[in-house]
């Protein structure tokens, strides 16, 4: 089993807003790299730290286009992963489409699979549920997978919520897309199958973080991650809960084993002990809590690898290099801890 590095991280500013990794084109880091660049001149040290595997932030344009919010997750055009000047940049927040592929191809040739983080609950950005696009060379209005109102749940002349897991928690961002309750019938559940066997080709990936799936229908996950180019590779997905009945009733019964899902019991429960070494089992974790602290704090997220038949690795590590990469002053992190872990921790 192997540890995959999640390359992402987000901070809360002097004001309390979410920010993400510092970029050239803000004036105070001129001379920092674009993250995939980053990504790339590190996978040959990642690899010998113990890492089998990166997971990629989203790599879709989003509503922020190359600034600070824009973390992947308010993603804007599925088919711009930095190439077309939309939302008031080519890039995305982490470099052009041909950094990202450089940087794949140099994880790859490290000995690291590559995993992209997929967003496929919600998209923000558009006009009134309208989203229009670029073609691949600029021309407007012809991009590929337009969307209208049908497309969206919510009030006429949107559509009915589809069947999600829990829908008490199935909070809404931007535009939550429906695929089983689409107008017209599996316009976006086709177009998103598509989209993924593009960016799997194009970007050579060997498998997916898949967002929010408390939230979206489980007929969709299942038929996306067994369509295409997406077919038998590994999925792990965000299942937010920390009931680990909750979490293998999706992962087993619902999915039949084709995701994994990261292990919320746990992470909560590390989180805990983090936070207040004297709370939870002080007096017999102490020592681990004080090493654990060191480099998870909030973000270490184990897979429950025995509800998965693709059994791949067990454990995602985020972790912020600071002794290479700050992050901006007057930031605070959000959901990593600003250490990186030691070889001698890792071992």
Request: with cysteine; aromatic share 12%.
């Amino acid at each position: 089993m192997g540890v995959a590095y999640h390359a992402h991280a987000r901070f809360l500013d002097r004001h309390g807003n979410k920010i993400t990794v510092p970029a050239p084109v803000d004036p105070q880091t001129p001379r920092v790299p674009w993250w995939y660049d980053w990504i790339a001149m590190n996978a040959a040290a990642l690899r010998r730290a113990g890492f089998t595997a990166i997971l990629y932030p989203p790599v879709c344009k989003t509503q922020s286009g190359h600034f600070n919010t824009g973390d992947g997750y308010g993603v804007f055009d599925q088919y711009d992963i930095g190439s077309k000047n939309q939302m008031g940049s080519v890039e995305t927040r982490f470099g052009s489409r041909e950094r990202l592929q450089r940087s794949i191809a140099i994880a790859h040739a490290c000995g690291l699979d590559v995993y992209i983080d997929t967003v496929m609950h919600q998209l923000i950005g558009g006009n009134n549920g309208v989203y229009r696009y670029l073609g691949a060379h600029g021309v407007p209005n012809i991009g590929r997978f337009p969307k209208d109102p049908g497309c969206f749940r919510g009030n006429p002349p949107r559509r009915p919520e589809d069947p999600v897991p829990v829908p008490r928690d199935d909070f809404s961002f931007g535009d939550e897309f429906v695929y089983v309750n689409c107008e017209p019938p599996g316009y976006t559940a086709h177009n998103m199958i598509d989209f993924g066997d593009w960016l799997t080709r194009s970007l050579d990936c060997d498998g997916y973080r898949v967002d929010d799936v408390k939230g979206t229908a489980v007929a969709f996950i299942k038929d996306w991650m067994n369509a295409k180019a997406m077919a038998g590779k590994f999925c792990v997905s965000e299942y937010f809960d920390g009931n680990p009945q909750s979490l293998s009733g999706w992962a087993q019964g619902a999915m039949g084993g084709r995701s994994a899902v990261f292990d919320f019991t746990t992470h909560f429960g590390l989180q805990r002990m983090c936070e207040d070494p004297a709370s939870t089992c002080a007096s017999s974790t102490a020592s681990v809590t004080r090493r654990l602290t060191r480099f998870i704090r909030l973000h270490l997220s184990r897979i429950r690898t025995p509800i998965c038949r693709l059994e791949k690795i067990s454990a995602i590590i985020s972790c912020w290099p600071t002794r290479s990469f700050l992050p901006p002053r007057g930031t605070r992190s959000f959901f990593t801890r600003t250490t990186a872990p030691s070889p001698a921790v890792m071992d």
